[in-house]
């Protein structure tokens, strides 16, 4: 019959026991290099996202600019038109006799 020293035995067990450990920590260590993987991939698309939404909005932004300066540019010209025909209906106004204010030029209507 074969005997095998207790030494032997726990020698073999202890081996088997590290062989599987690192088997599984390779195992585990490839899983997470493939999970890195993706995620290195899907912040990638991302930064893809973000870059194409930062130049949608620098486009809106310019975009809003131009229409307030627009805006602006008619608003001005509405109050010029208004002073303008304030100052035509003070230089034609008068008052008659009873102190009523009379209007000599009707201020046009637009």
Known sequence: MITIAPDTITAAVSVITLL???GGGIFWLG??????GQLE???GQLETR??????????????????MRDLRVELLEEMRRGNQQLLI???????DDGGQPVF???VGAE
């Open 31 to 36: 899983k997470l290099t493939n999970r890195v």
């Open 89 to 95: 209906a003070l230089a034609n106004l008068g008052h």
């Open 20 to 22: 599987v450990a690192i």
């Open 50 to 67: 973000v870059d194409q939404l930062d130049k949608k909005v620098d486009r809106l932004a310019i975009d809003l600019r131009e229409e």
């Open 41 to 43: 991939n899907r912040v």
């Open 104 to 106: 000599r030029v009707p």
